[in-house]
């Protein structure tokens, strides 16, 4: 992911579809200069809303694993409006999965088959 104002890289944010079961997981890093700026709350919004506008309805959805003691990234996920779904040990350290809700239905109209540009109000239609 890049800033804006400068192209600079400050992370990534990746999908990867049936990496937990046939569900999509979001993965994040942010070099450590760019915590607390709000870019990967922006990009992990942005993310997991495109990977669920190709989730067909009634597929699991979206999920992201961190570590049980990472903090930060677990208020991230749950900023977002992840729900904690299990725990369990992995690579020799407590993890935690979190889930995404399910978008709300798409009602048909011109609204819904809009570009999300042309929808957005102008005010950070990308992410929080």
């Not at 694993?65 to 977002?80: D, F, G, K, P, V």
């Not at 011109?110 to 957005?120: K, N």
């Amino acid at each position: 992911m890049a800033r804006r104002s400068d192209e600079a890289v400050v992370g990534l944010v990746s999908l990867t579809a049936g990496a937990r079961g046939d569900r999509t997981e979001v993965s994040y890093q942010l070099l450590t200069e760019h915590w607390g700026r709000g870019y990967a709350r922006e990009a992990v919004a942005a993310a997991v809303s495109w990977a669920q506008d190709g989730v067909p309805s009634g597929a699991p959805g979206v999920v992201a694993l961190t570590q049980e003691a990472n903090r930060r990234s677990r208020r991230l996920l749950e900023a977002l409006g992840a729900a904690l779904v299990d725990r369990f040990v992995e690579w020799d350290e407590a993890q935690v999965l979190y889930a995404f809700p399910s978008p709300p239905a798409r009602r048909a109209g011109p609204a819904a088959t809009r570009p999300a540009a042309a929808a957005a109000d102008g005010h950070g239609a990308a992410g929080p």
